[in-house]
């Protein structure tokens, strides 16, 4: 592959899962924007890039000749690192731009948008409120970037990261959040599998979605109390359908949609 504005280089490749991928990606030539845990950039390739073998054959719908394929993708190295970012991608078999980004190996190129962005972000808590993170698949980015930044946010609030899959051997970062856990007596690394019938060896964890550890009150038996709008705030990330169900259920408990106009305990960003 050419230059041709093609601005920054993977300098690392983690294959989680099939399909499943952490990569670090430097710019080349030019320096990171300061950036705040929990924001996005924008990762494209032109449409000549090769699609990963695990993907279908054509796009659907094709992308545009010439024209680069652009998607956005939350951060989830520290924004103390200068060097690089780093994206938890998942490949979407029928998509345009995964295909092409998750068959790139250490070396390539690809285009980094220079202008980060995103309001998913610690901005504006309220002092001591506890956190709840919860996250679908590789809606756990943001919170990786939010935990690996700022470790002490938490001292004197309680944090919970509440992370589901479909199998235990796509928990990506399952084990430095183990590792946060066990250093930082603030924090609970809640992990849940949606297929457990499928894990070669029973899996001893939780099972189900996020939606029904939320409802039988999975915190209420770690920390001691359900947490509530009066004392907490819950950010959710990834798939829409969990977000909506989430939603719904928060709101019936007395939480509101945090916005620029309207501040509220319930922050979202939704993937698709
Ligand atoms: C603010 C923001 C942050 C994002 N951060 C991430 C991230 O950190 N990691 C990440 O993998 N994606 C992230 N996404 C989603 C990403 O922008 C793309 O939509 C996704 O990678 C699919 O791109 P594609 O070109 O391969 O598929 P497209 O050709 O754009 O096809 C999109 C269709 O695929 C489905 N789809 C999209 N995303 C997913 C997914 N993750 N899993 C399953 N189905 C999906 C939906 O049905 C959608 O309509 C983020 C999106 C937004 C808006």
Known sequence: MTNNGLNAVVTQRIEVAPGLIIMRVAPDGWELPPFRPGQFAVLGLPPEAPRHPMADPADDPPPKPGALIRRSYSIASSSLDRQYLEFYLNLVRSGSLTPRLCALGVGDRLWLGPRISGLF??????????????????????YMSML?????????????????????????????????????????????????????????????????????????????????????????????????????????????????????????????
């Open 148 to 272: 690996r930044t700022d470790p002490d946010r938490g001292a004197g609030r309680k944090v919970a990261v509440l992370h589901s899959a479909r199998h235990s051997w796509d928990l990506g970062y399952r084990a430095e959040l183990i590792m946060m856990e066990r250093l930082r007596p603030n924090l609970t690394y809640v992990a849940t599998v949606s297929r457990p019938d499928e894990e070669p060896i029973p899996w001893g964890g939780h099972v189900g979605r996020v939606q029904e550890l939320w409802r039988r009150r999975i915190l209420e038996g770690i920390w001691g109390f359900h947490p509530e709008s009066a004392n907490t705030h819950v950010f959710l990330s990834g798939n829409p359908d969990m977000i909506e169900e989430m939603m719904a259920m928060l709101a019936s408990e007395g939480f509101r949609e945090h916005t620029p106009q309207k501040p509220g305990e319930l922050h979202v960003e939704k993937y698709w």
């Open 121 to 142: 972000t610690f901005d504006r808590l309220p002092f001591g409120v506890n956190l709840v993170l919860i996250a679908t698949g590789t809606g756990l980015a943001p």
